[in-house]
């Protein structure tokens, strides 16, 4: 790559795209990669403040923007991922399923810190719809020395995906509401009608519900019959906390279930329980869910239906970024919650 005055130019090849930005709005490529220069380029190149322009010497050593970003990017993308570009010298990736993005940290880590390379992305466990754009490659200056390249490569062999979309799975789910106040009638029900479409928005598959008294053995007989029917995914309602007639928590524990967490640093929806009976998920939900447009439970509810296994080092993390400000209008996902580190 040689940097020559636009008048010596006049015949060389442009190793790069020429970005304008004009007085009536417009940004966007004025000369392309690959141009030959005319004669009547040089007041345009002038116009748009270029008085110099990098033409293309073919060295061995060297890769252009264009193709070492095409290259990160076939290196770095796991299963699930595609990519457009390169444009102005970036890739940009997109998701090719609904589900949720998984990052290898430490590896994304190690391939910054190679020399003129950067990748951008969304944050790890962020939820993806069919579509989303999701993360961009790209190196720093107009051409690189290609070993760099070969790092990234190296590093993806070594680590695996660096990047990767887990798609969302059609689990069976159920609905267990618990409270005498319910089941005998004096109050409403709200719980069914909340996270029926928001399990379907997953993909599940409402399988059933019922309505439990305040009683641990008809709460266990619930859980046995929807896991007899093949329930990956029983949400269960009723106080979480530890008044007497909380008994959700202490139904979860007596099933046999692994406990994960009863607990979580987040706000809200401090007292989500999470445990594992064989394959079944029990997810004991808090009454924050019912109340507040984003708590815990949608931060763990797209792992869980991704396949993503929760452990109790990774929860303990979410802390920071776990504070809910409970702003007036939701943005939720985007904004800082449940983005914390987990067990990183």
């Known amino acids: 790559m040689r940097k020559l005055a636009v008048e010596q130019a006049v015949g060389q090849t442009l190793c790069h795209d020429i970005t304008a930005i004009r007085d009536n709005g417009f940004k966007g490529v004025a000369f392309k990669r690959g141009h030959v220069i005319q004669p009547s380029d040089i007041e345009a190149f ?52 609904d589900g949720v993005l998984v990052v290898n940290r430490k590896a994304l880590l190690r391939v910054n810190q ?68 319910i089941y005998d009638g004096r109050v409403q029900d709200r719980f069914a009608p909340i996270m029926g479409p928001r399990l379907e928005g997953f993909g599940g598959q409402v399988i059933g519900s019922v309505k439990c008294p305040d009683d641990t053995e008809r709460i266990l007989a619930a859980i046995q019959k929807f896991r007899t029917q093949g329930a990956d995914l029983i949400l269960l309602s009723g106080g979480m906390s530890v008044d007497p007639d909380d008994l959700t928590p202490d139904a979860i524990r007596t099933s046999g279930a692994d406990l994960i967490t009863y607990g979580v640093p987040m706000q809200p929806g401090n007292m989500l329980m999470l445990a594992k009976l064989d394959q079944t998920w029990l997810v004991g939900v808090p ?51 449940g983005r914390g580190q987990g067990g990183c």
């Open 46 to 97: 002038k116009t748009i403040g270029k008085y110099h322009v990098y033409v293309w010497e073919d060295l061995a050593d060297e890769i252009h923007e264009d193709d070492a970003a095409l290259e990160i990017a076939r290196a770095i993308c796991g299963p699930n991922l595609e990519w457009t570009g390169p444009s102005e010298g970036k890739v940009t990736v997109s998701s090719k399923a």
């Open 114 to 181: 190679v020399a003129d390379v950067t990748v951008a992305c969304l944050p790890n466990y962020s939820r993806l719809s069919r579509g989303d754009k999701l993360a961009g490659a790209r190196i720093i200056p107009l051409v690189t020395d290609r070993d760099n390249i070969r790092q990234v490569a190296r590093i993806a062999d070594e680590a695996g995906p660096v990047l990767s979309v887990l798609p969302f799975r059609a689990l069976k789910c159920a609905l267990i509401m618990i409270g005498s106040e």
């Open 287 to 337: 009454g924050a869910s019912i109340h507040s447009p984003t708590t815990s439970l949608d931060v763990f509810l797209p792992r869980i239906f991704a396949g993503i296994e929760l452990e109790t080092a990774e929860i303990a993390g979410l802390g920071e970024g776990g504070f809910c400000q409970q702003c007036k209008v939701c943005h939720y996902p985007v904004c800082y919650f």
